[in-house]
């Protein structure tokens, strides 16, 4: 039968320092331990669950942190300067918004045009329109002819 076995921190740091040295197959059979359990030990430090301490950086992993961090760095500006162009694109709308709602209340008040029934822009603005049988509009005679 497969037994529970208990480990503590520090023999969890040093796996895992052995396995980055020669390699978890062979330090897992050096050790003792199941391969698995230190897969799952080298996949906790390399997602930050697993602390190795002061100094378990090695010159190449330091490299890809550094590397990283520059990474996270532009992706924050391109981050932000995103939000601030939807901030802009929002405050427009807004104002979009409400130029078009004080329009629509406007029209709402006023009564609608005597001659087409259509809401006016103001027909009293426009001199009166006739539209022809080709669908052309044309200026309407004063005198009714």
């Known amino acids: 039968m497969a037994e529970n076995r208990q480990y503590d921190h520090e023999y969890k740091v ?3 320092k052995l396995a980055k040295e020669i390699g978890q197959a062979k330090a897992a059979k050096e050790l003792g331990v199941p391969k698995n359990t230190l897969y799952g030990w080298v996949r906790a430090n390399r997602l930050g669950s697993l602390d190795l301490g002061a100094g378990s950086q090695t010159p190449q992993s330091a490299m890809t942190l550094n590397e990283e961090l520059l990474k ?9 300067k995103e939000n601030r162009r939807l901030k802009k694109e929002n405050d ?16 709402l008040q006023s009564p609608p045009c005597q001659q087409t029934g259509i809401l006016p822009v103001s027909c009293k603005q426009r001199p009166s329109m006739e539209i022809s049988a080709t669908g052309g509009c044309h200026e309407r005679d004063p005198r009714g002819r």
Do not use: I, P
């Open 14 to 16: 040093q796996a895992v």
């Open 72 to 80: 996270l760095r532009q992706q924050v500006k391109e981050l932000e």
């Open 92 to 107: 427009f709308l807004e104002e979009a918004s409400a130029f078009f709602a004080a329009g629509y209340r406007f029209l």
